[in-house]
């Protein structure tokens, strides 16, 4: 007979709370993912305003973390170590249809992954921010 086990939220392991950049820093960069991480939170001017919600004022907001470490410049703190990246909500569901994506959050990894941007098929002339997989043909 199993066993039952209570979880507590409290001792989850959370993605490392510390500054992030947008993805656009680590473009084509080969990484492996080690976090991931959604949260609410306040918008900020560049938020379209579809995406802020009328009942609290908050947007939604995905992180990711990479194992990798990557030297960039953070505003006026200058040049810092930085390994966590705001993400798309795109790329956030691309994220989630991964089979046991939630793993990142405790020792598993997610890679290598590109962050790219690709031309839209829908909507010609735009583009949007996606994952590359090692054997996707643009990675």
Excluded at 38 to 52: C, D, L, N, W
Excluded at 56 to 84: H, S
Excluded at 104 to 126: D, L, T
Aim: charge should be negative.
């Amino acid at each position: 007979m199993s066993e039952n086990k209570t979880i507590n939220p409290a001792e989850v392991p959370q993605v490392e709370k510390s500054k992030s950049l947008g993805i656009k820093k680590i473009e084509g960069k080969e990484v492996f993912i080690t976090g991931y991480a959604h949260t609410r939170g306040q918008p900020t001017q560049y938020t379209p305003k579809e995406k802020i919600s009328e009942e609290d004022g908050k947007t939604d907001y995905w992180t990711i973390q990479t194992e990798e470490a990557f030297d960039l410049d953070y505003k006026e703190e200058g040049v810092q170590p930085v390994r966590n990246f705001f993400i798309t909500e795109a790329v956030a569901s691309q994220i989630e249809r991964i089979p046991n994506y939630e793993s990142v959050n405790s020792g598993g990894r997610i890679g290598p992954v590109k962050a790219i941007k690709r031309a839209s098929e829908k909507n010609v002339g735009q583009e949007y921010w996606c994952l590359a997989f090692s054997n996707d043909k643009d990675y």
